[in-house]
Every structure is written in structure tokens, then in C-alpha cells.
T-cell receptor
Framework: DAGVIQSPRHEVTEMGQEVTLRCKPISGHNSLFWYRQTMMRGLELLIY????????DSGMPEDRFSAKMPNASFSTLKIQPSEPRDSAVYFC????????????????FGPGTRLTVL | TQLLEQSPQFLSIQEGENLTVYCNSSSVFSSLQWYRQEPGEGPVLLVT?????EVKKLKRLTFQFGDARKDSSLHITAAQTGDTGLYLC????????????FGDGTTLTVKP
């Protein structure tokens, strides 16, 4: 079974350009998370979806960031316009959240997209 | 806001040594996960603990969840160079509807 798939793996762009990151979660999972990781701030949750609906976007830095999940197998994170401080590794993770279940929120991460904004 | 503090932040040891890393919070979690992340890759789930006082073993790794479900530890016996990586703990609570809080991680380097 394929894990979480992210594309592109690397993106180098110039300040002001639009950047779109893509994620395909694990089939059957009902929750999808977007994270940003930097040395200074560690792993930060940007937004997460449950059953394709955004549940919590309080981590989205500002209006330049937007995320969509049009169906259960695809999500995008868009930055427009991009700025040098957006440079980071962006991870997508998926999970199967069972309400009332005894298990934990086990998340499965993709390989990440390394974004560099010049 | 739930916070998870991990310690130490950095740890460098020789192959064969034992080590323990800690994950502490003032909040109660319904479950806690440990992940390992290698350079250039995403975090990989190692274990989930859900019961206070629970101990789980994964080969040379021993994970413990505190009795009050506020803290956890990871003990590695006879560390190997392949254990090198960033170890992250993440806590979840039933009130957060699927959201996990991640610690800042412990960067472990095991030297040959």
C-alpha cells in the first residue's frame, strides 16, 4: 500500500510567486493534516481536515496561505504571494480518527516538500 | 494551549550506550505517540501509548506513559548508529477532535 504522497519534493521559487503543494493521503483515512517544519519553530500544525472539511485552521500564518481538500484523496496547500520567510519543509499527514475509539491519533507522514523562496 | 516539552534537546552518545529522553506536559492526554524522523524524511510512527502507567517495548526501545498521562519517556538500550534521528512525542486529547500537539523533539546522534 502506498503511503502519503506529496509533490513536488523540492520547490525553489522567487518571492511573490504562487506556490502550490499537493498531497494524496492514505486511502481510507478520514483526516488530513498540513504541517510546516523549520529549525527555529519545529513542527507546526497549519490546518487539518476531517472528512474533507477544514476543522482547525488556526495555525495558518496569514491570508497568503490557503488549503483545500476537494475530495478524500487530494489536498492542496497554496501560498500566494510567497515570501522568503515561508521557506521550510511542508509535511502532509493522514490519519484514521475513530470517535470513541481506544486508539490514539496515529498520523502517517509524507516525505515532505522542501520549499525555498528566494 | 497544550504544550509538550521534550528533553534533552540534543543528545550525542557513543554506540552501545543507553539513553532516556523525556516528554512532559501539564496537560492530560488520552494518548501519546512517539515518532522518529531521519534527515530528508517525514516522521515515522514508533508507538502509541494510551493507558496511564503503560509500558511498551519495541526491540531495544522502551516507552512508558506516566500514571497521570501527562508525561512519557523513551529509553534506548545499547544504542546503534541507526538510532540517530529526531525523536518527537505527540499528545492527543479527546477534546481536540483529532488534533495532536507535538513537542520540539530530541535530536539524537549515535557515534560509532
Amino acid at each position: 500500500d502506498a503511503g502519503v504522497i506529496q509533490s513536488p519534493r523540492h520547490e525553489v521559487t522567487e518571492m511573490g510567486q504562487e506556490v502550490t503543494l499537493r498531497c494524496k493521503p492514505i486511502s481510507g483515512h478520514n483526516s488530513l493534516f498540513w504541517y510546516r517544519q523549520t529549525m527555529m519553530r519545529g513542527l507546526e500544525l497549519l490546518i487539518y481536515f476531517n472528512n474533507n472539511v477544514p476543522i482547525d485552521d488556526s495555525g495558518m500564518p496569514e491570508d497568503r496561505f490557503s488549503a483545500k481538500m476537494p475530495n478524500a484523496s487530494f489536498s492542496t496547500l497554496k501560498i500566494q504571494p510567497s515570501e522568503p520567510r515561508d521557506s521550510a519543509v511542508y509535511f502532509c499527514a493522514s490519519s484514521l480518527i475513530i470517535r470513541g475509539g481506544s486508539g490514539g491519533n496515529e498520523q502517517f507522514f509524507g516525505p515532505g516538500t522542501r520549499l525555498t523562496v528566494l | 494551549t497544550q504544550l509538550l516539552e521534550q528533553s534533552p534537546q540534543f543528545l550525542s552518545i557513543q554506540e552501545g550506550e543507553n539513553l532516556t529522553v523525556y516528554c512532559n506536559s501539564s496537560s492530560v492526554f488520552s494518548s501519546l505517540q512517539w515518532y522518529r524522523q531521519e534527515p530528508g524524511e517525514g516522521p515515522v510512527l514508533l508507538v502509541t501509548v494510551v493507558t496511564g502507567g503503560e509500558v511498551k517495548k519495541l526491540k531495544r526501545l522502551t516507552f512508558q506513559f506516566g500514571d497521570a498521562r501527562k508525561d512519557s519517556s523513551l529509553h534506548i538500550t545499547a544504542a546503534q548508529t541507526g538510532d540517530t534521528g529526531l525523536y518527537l512525542c505527540a499528545g492527543a486529547s479527546n477534546t481536540n477532535a483529532g488534533k495532536s500537539t507535538f513537542g520540539d523533539g530530541t535530536t539524537l546522534t549515535v557515534k560509532p
